[in-house]
């Protein structure tokens, strides 16, 4: 059964402690997946890395390093003087945010540098993110755009149809 009443809302110091085991999380996430990235490429198949191996591990580190200082300078939180927290930053698990977008992006960057491990083909799963962005930016933005009805013009009533409305109108009062 679902709550009555107003949904409650979260404070400062309770958004600013998930904001930072949400910044663990991910931290952890990524650590993880270049871990194991590392190990598998440089332990089981060194000799058979290539240059693109290294290159496609640095777009990764590029990758994690833009989206997870997004998140980071989200979720600053701003302390006074006295150390009292006077802002806990933006909630990095609100639904429908940019945060979540970007968690979304280290989630799948992680997933692939994992499985690109395996073989080099699931890097190709990352053109899932530029699909994805074209996806919301046609749904929020260019769809309704488009499908917008443009100022629709007047009507011009010509003198035939006016006056036969004004007789009409005469005749009921």
Do not use: C
Not at 83 to 101: V, Y
């Amino acid at each position: 059964m679902a709550p009555k009443g107003k949904v409650g809302t979260k404070g400062k110091k309770q958004i600013y402690e998930e904001n930072q085991a949400t910044l663990k999380f991910y931290t952890r996430v990524i650590l993880g997946a270049n871990a194991i990235y590392t190990a598998i490429n440089i332990l089981v198949f060194y000799s058979s890395s290539t240059f693109w191996t290294w290159l496609l591990l640095a777009f990764a580190l590029a990758v994690y390093l833009g989206s997870y200082r997004s998140m980071w300078a989200m979720a600053k939180p701003v302390f006074g003087e006295d150390g009292s927290l006077l802002d806990g930053g933006i909630d990095l698990n609100m639904e429908q945010g940019m945060a979540e977008h970007l968690k979304d992006v280290i989630l799948l960057t992680a997933i692939v540098q994992v499985l690109s491990s395996i073989s080099s083909y699931f890097w190709y799963l990352w053109l899932l993110a530029p699909a994805r962005a074209l996806y919301l930016l046609w749904v929020t933005i260019l769809g309704p755009w488009f499908s917008a009805d443009g100022p629709s013009a007047p009507e011009e009533v010509n003198d035939k149809k006016q006056r036969r409305q004004e007789r009409r109108q005469m005749k009921r009062f």
